[in-house]
């Protein structure tokens, strides 16, 4: 148990009693303030430094291969509390090879950032791990339009990043080894 | 003093108006340049760039000196100036138009007039003589400056009343209390100074602003003499330039903006260019008075030449004391938290009136002692 220490508080002497010395304290303390260096970053020319985890503005990713991982399940349109996406659920085109075996892309996606509120749901409820906020902060526009983000755009947005499962791969192996799941 | 110029009435009245332009210029600009040190001051002390980006066309694409003036904000007072003369005027509804008007000029012409009686130096003529610097080196001068500045309250009073505004209105009531309160401590401490200067036996004692500052040439600053003075002056000048820790009118966290709180565009802009001139000349006052004036260091003779060189080297020696009380002026802001008002009137009544009342009592004795021995002051 830490022992309490009552401290007896001291009568002002005079010279606390004017307050001039502390002014004086005061002065100084300013006074060294104006040498040391700025913390100001001047934004425009000088970005900040995004640090890891940062919730931006939410996009699409596709893995390393450069297919589109959203599947259009539309869980994060459910899960989106101001109901900023709006998916239009449609199927992958035949003819993409590499695509077999999956089973639905997102025909139109889209995020109205005008609504989202970056609580990063979406990418926490995404089972293809196929929407993330990335580092992006800054979004603006001239009409209401141009601040949603259709499925293009959030492709443009998100780019590629790395993916440790390869699932379309998985399931084409499985469904050659006969075991479609 | 122009003896060797024409003698016409015509010209010498044009000489005057000539004089008096270029002194509304310079103190206007300093105001000017005082709000943009303010920024930049407060900025520094807070670990803040302040404003850097106003740029001229032409002189930012001078190499080094363009991005450097650019850098200090230079041009961010003819910036703000435009700002304020093309911003859309409003005229709340509720406002007594008359004197809403009126208020922002009541605020700005004291601050201006106090000018007039300014010495800003000493000129040195080619036959030795030498004259005074100023728009009119008035002997009652002092006196002059404390019945025109404390006009300057109406200004923030009128301009509280008229907004009906309850913020407003408090804001004019506290500064006209705080006006009342200290404006007594002001001129209580400065009686020694003026003890101190007349010459003993003389019949006319030093009243004239530029009578107390030559009083210093060679000899003691009265700040040294009379410090109790000089500590009182400024503290009272702090309370009457309405600045912190003293911003009663003003308190922008308790009462929105105070008495300017319903005015915007130029009249606001009038009111701020008031405040900071009023910071000018009270700082040009307490370097007179207290510092010296244009004399070089306290027990020194001036080391400049008596002739023009000399005369301008005073006026910038005076001016580089001004600036840096203007410095001290906005560092203090920066430094301390506003008191509350009830502090404020308890500080002006029972320290402030009665430190300058003992203060007056023990130099009166000092003096007489001094004359009853027959011996000069300093
Ligand atoms: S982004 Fe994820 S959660 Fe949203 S529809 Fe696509 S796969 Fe489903
Ligand atoms: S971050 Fe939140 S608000 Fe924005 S789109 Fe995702 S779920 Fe909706």
New binding site residues.
């Given amino acids: 148990m830490a022992k309490t220490v009552v401290l007896e508080r001291k009568p002002l002497s005079l010279s606390e009693r004017t307050y001039l010395p502390q002014i004086v304290t005061g002065l100084k303390t300013t006074f060294s303030n104006m040498f040391k260096p700025k913390v100001t970053l001047q934004y425009p020319e000088e970005k900040p430094v995004i640090p890891n985890n940062y919730r931006g503005v939410p996009t ?1 990713v596709k893995d390393p291969n450069g297919r589109e ?9 459910f899960v989106c509390p101001p109901k900023a ?1 709006r ?1 239009t659920p449609g199927s992958v085109p035949d003819d993409q090879e590499d695509r077999e075996h999956v089973e639905k892309a ?1 025909q139109e ?1 889209e995020i109205n950032m005008l609504r989202c509120i970056y609580c990063g749901y ?1 990418q926490e ?7 993330f906020l990335q580092d992006q902060y800054s979004s603006s526009g001239y009409s209401r339009e141009e601040m949603v983000n259709n499925k293009q755009k959030l492709y443009e947005l998100g780019g590629t990043l790395p993916d440790h499962h390869y699932k379309w791969d998985k399931k084409k192996e499985a469904e050659e080894l006969g075991n479609a799941h | 003093m122009f003896d060797w110029l024409p003698q016409n009435v015509w010209f010498s009245v044009g000489l005057k108006v000539f004089f008096a332009l270029m002194m509304i210029g310079a103190v206007m600009t300093m105001a000017g340049y005082s709000v943009l040190a303010e920024r930049k001051v407060s900025a520094w002390m807070q670990g803040r760039v302040g404003p850097n980006r106003t740029a001229l066309p032409f002189i930012d694409y001078i190499p080094i000196i363009g991005p450097f003036l650019r850098k200090l904000g230079i041009f961010q007072p003819l910036a703000d100036g435009l700002k304020f003369l093309f911003k859309e005027e409003i005229v709340p509804g509720h406002v007594n138009k008359f004197y809403y008007y009126l208020a922002p000029l009541v605020a700005l012409v004291p601050a201006l007039t106090t000018m007039t009686v300014l010495p800003f130096g000493q000129m040195y003529w080619p036959d030795g003589t030498t004259s005074i610097l100023a728009l009119a080196d008035l002997e009652v001068g002092i006196l002059f400056v404390f019945a025109v500045s404390s006009l300057g309250v109406y200004g923030i009073a009128l301009a509280g009343w008229s907004s009906n505004n309850k913020y407003s209105f408090l804001g004019g009531i506290r500064s006209s209390a705080q006006m009342i309160s200290y404006e007594l401590a002001m001129g209580l401490s400065l009686l020694p100074v003026f003890l101190w200067v007349a010459v003993p036996g003389a019949q006319e004692s030093g009243l004239s602003i530029s009578g107390i500052a030559n009083s210093q040439e060679g000899a003691a600053w009265l700040f040294l003499v009379q410090p109790v003075s000089a500590l009182v002056f400024l503290i009272a000048l702090f309370a009457e330039t309405n600045r912190l820790p003293f911003d009663m009118p003003e308190s922008e966290t308790d009462l929105v903006g105070g008495f300017h709180t319903e005015y915007g565009s130029f009249k606001f802009g009038i009111f701020f260019v008031a405040e900071y001139a009023h910071i000018v000349i009270g700082s040009a006052i307490f370097t007179l008075l207290f510092l010296g004036g244009w004399h070089f260091l306290p027990f020194m003779n001036d080391p400049w030449p008596a002739n023009w060189i000399g005369t301008l080297l005073g006026v910038g020696w005076f001016l580089a004391k001004t600036v840096f009380l203007i410095f001290f002026f906005i560092w203090i802001r920066w430094t301390l938290p506003r008191f509350r008002y009830d502090q404020v009137m308890h500080l002006g009544w029972t320290k402030l009136l009665p430190l300058a009342l003992a203060n007056l009592i023990v130099y009166v004795i000092i003096v007489t002692l001094i004359d009853q021995s027959n011996s000069t002051p300093f």
């Fill in positions: 699409l991982k959203c599947v259009s399940c539309q869980l994060c349109e996406i998916i997102p996606f979406c409820v995404c089972p293809e791990e196929a929407i």
